[in-house]
C-alpha cells in the first residue's frame, strides 16, 4: 500500500506565501503532484510532474506557482506565491503508479487545509 506524507499549509493573509511537502512510499511512479477541493467545488489539479516531462500546472496557478519534484525521492515540493482568496481549500497530494496488468492507480494523501484570508 503507497503512503503520502504531506506537510505544509495553514493559514496566511492574501499575496502570502505557503509551501506543501509530500513524500511517497513508493520507488517508480508514472506522476506526482497537487490537487485541490474548495467547498462545493470539485478537486482540481494544482500542479504535477511526470517522471520523464516537466511540470503542468492548472489554469487558475498563472505563473504563482512552482512545483519541485525529485524523482529519485519520490517527493514533491509545491511554492505557492501570490496566495488569493480564491486558493483557499484542501490541498491533496496524489501519485499514480502503473500497476502490473495496465493502467494507472491513484493514491491519496489525507489533505492539508489552506486558508487565505482576505
Known amino acids: 500500500q503507497v503512503q503520502l506524507v504531506e506537510s505544509g499549509g495553514g493559514m496566511v493573509q492574501a499575496g502570502g506565501s505557503l509551501t506543501l511537502r509530500c513524500n511517497a512510499s513508493v520507488s517508480v511512479f508514472s506522476r506526482m503532484g497537487w490537487y485541490r477541493q474548495a467547498p462545493g467545488k470539485e478537486r482540481e489539479l494544482v500542479a504535477s510532474?511526470?517522471?520523464?516531462?516537466?511540470?503542468e500546472y492548472g489554469d487558475f496557478v498563472k505563473g504563482r506557482f512552482v512545483l519541485f519534484g525529485d524523482v529519485a525521492k519520490s517527493r514533491v515540493t509545491l511554492q505557492m506565491n501570490g496566495l488569493r482568496s480564491e486558493d483557499t481549500g484542501v490541498y491533496y497530494c496524489n501519485v499514480k503508479v502503473a500497476e502490473m496488468y495496465g493502467g494507472l492507480r491513484d493514491y491519496w494523501g489525507q489533505g492539508t487545509q489552506v486558508t487565505v484570508s482576505a
Open positions: 510532474i511526470v517522471v520523464d516531462g516537466g511540470p
